[in-house]
């Protein structure tokens, strides 16, 4: 039973003994029930935790298994993996800490702005106060925290309520914290929808290739003919409509990962692989992409808060240790099994080294509509951050029902259109997929957990909090230095492919004439 909901009623029938105070008292016991059936269970956000860390990033490891060498390569997976969790823990327990704050300083506002003179009054209050008292106790102590939808956190206000509450010279920077989490989640997002556009393009240019159809598409051409079931899908208002069809996506995904390994456990492994270590340069390309793989932590308060029973989310054996450790073994398992067959032929994406056949192309297909149908998804996140603000400023009082979709759906395209020109722009997957991962995932995933625990424990008094600062101080400059690293290296891969390849330049006519060409 919930000890806040106990407390609740005791002080109705202390405050109001009528008919009025039993009646809410029994409205909040079936908000209470309603509230939890809506919860997931501990197997449902397992799955949900796992299907948002195992993304097409993974087709991406074993290319980057070849940046760093088979041993440095598995090892630094690994390594990365427990970081990665380890920070994840690291929010969830601060935003933890950070909640009861709230709590407590939402509780003493209302204790003063109810403050009156009357005695009987100031009785009443005095035993609602201790109730509320060991309410928190009780909240403090029990893992199974938040059992409130208004105390739950997500990464922006566990970012922002940790410099509020920190050290008093860092306070005037929280609504910017906040701002800055959202802003990195929506770049990372974009990010992911620009590698989605390239991920597509090519894998149809390689079935096309190998079936002989429409030869003369080139992957830009293919790119644009993406850009309309692209724009569709994310005119589509409610996620909940795309339910089924994610649905269809982690089915096909898991499938074609299953039917992945078929081809590595066959037939041999490749002699052109790097058994130890690779060139130190191609490190840095290496981090980007892992990171880039390894990037869910902005999912993980959203579905702690969501769980029924979130005394089970933590824990040696709780669901976000299994959940990650699934991850981490399928990772690692994808990324040095492709690199072992392949070696040093393997590509940005390992489904381009399946050999030319039926089953190798419903491989490609298989993954190329599960990307296709879980762009809406990754769209998702910047479109909630960017949609309001831009209606508020172009929505007016007297337009009409069909003027105001008519905004949002121009606004939604032109989040599409963005990606497309940037997938066409820098039409190189792996680049933009090491650039993405350094860059914003690095932010978000290494930099940004530590801050927030260093903020979080400066003023209370723990058990090697030292120790902890200085493992945090540790893992925040390894990020630091391999958001600089990594991105500078990428950007410079790309300046160099710009300069000593021909790339294409595709002029607005060739866009038009994409059709007739198609057909011709």
Known sequence: MDFKYVHISKMTELNDDSTTGRLNSENKDVQKKTTSKKKTSN??????????????????????????????????????????????????????????????????????????????????????????????????????RQTDDSNSLDYASTCELAFRFGPTRFRKFAPLMRFSV????????????????????????????????????SIFHITVLELPFMVLLVLVPDLSRLTSVTTVAIVLQAAGLAAMFFFFLSDGRSDTVEPYMAPFAKWPLYFGTAMYAFEGIGVVLPLENAMKHKKNFRGWTGVLNVGMCIVAFVMTAVAVCGYLK???????????????????????????????????????????????????????THHGKWAKFAIDSLIRTSFVLLTFAIASAVPMLDLIISFIGAF???????????????????????????????????????????????????????????????????????????????FS
């Open 43 to 144: 197997l449902a956000t397992l799955l949900h935790l796992i299907k948002a860390n195992i993304g097409p990033g993974i087709l991406a490891l074993p290319h980057a298994i070849g940046n760093a060498g088979l041993v440095v390569g598995t090892v630094g997976l690994i390594l990365l993996g427990l970081i990665c969790i380890y920070c994840m823990h690291v929010v969830v327990s601060c935003s933890t800490i950070l909640a009861n704050k709230l709590y407590e300083e939402k509780r003493e506002k209302k204790l003063q702005k109810n403050d009156v003179a009357d005695t009987e009054r100031k009785y009443s209050y005095v035993i609602q106060d201790y109730f509320l008292k060991k309410d928190i106790q009780i909240r403090e102590g029990d893992s199974n």
């Open 342 to 396: 392949y070696g040093a032929q393997t590509q940005p994406s390992i489904t381009f080294n399946l050999p030319s056949g039926w089953f190798s192309e419903l491989i490609r297909l298989m993954f190329t509509l599960a990307v296709l149908l879980t762009y809406p998804l990754q769209m998702y996140v910047p479109l909630t951050f960017t949609l309001p603000y831009l209606k508020k400023k172009l929505v007016r």
């Open 440 to 518: 914003a995932s690095s932010g978000l995933a290494l930099i940004l957990p530590p801050i927030i625990q260093i903020l979080t424990i400066w003023e209370l008094d723990i058990r090697n909090k030292k120790l902890i600062i200085a493992l945090a101080t540790s893992i925040c400059i390894f990020g630091m230095f391999g958001l600089l690293l990594g991105s500078g290296t990428s950007v410079y891969e790309m300046w160099k492919g710009f300069s000593h390849k021909n790339t294409t330049t595709h002029s607005i006519s060739e866009m038009v004439n994409i059709t007739s060409e198609v």
């Open 182 to 217: 959202n802003a990195m989640l929506a770049l990372t997002q974009l990010g992911f929808c620009c590698v989605y556009f390239l991920f597509i393009a090519e894998s149809l240019h390689e079935v096309f290739s190998h079936l002989n159809i429409l030869p003369h598409l």
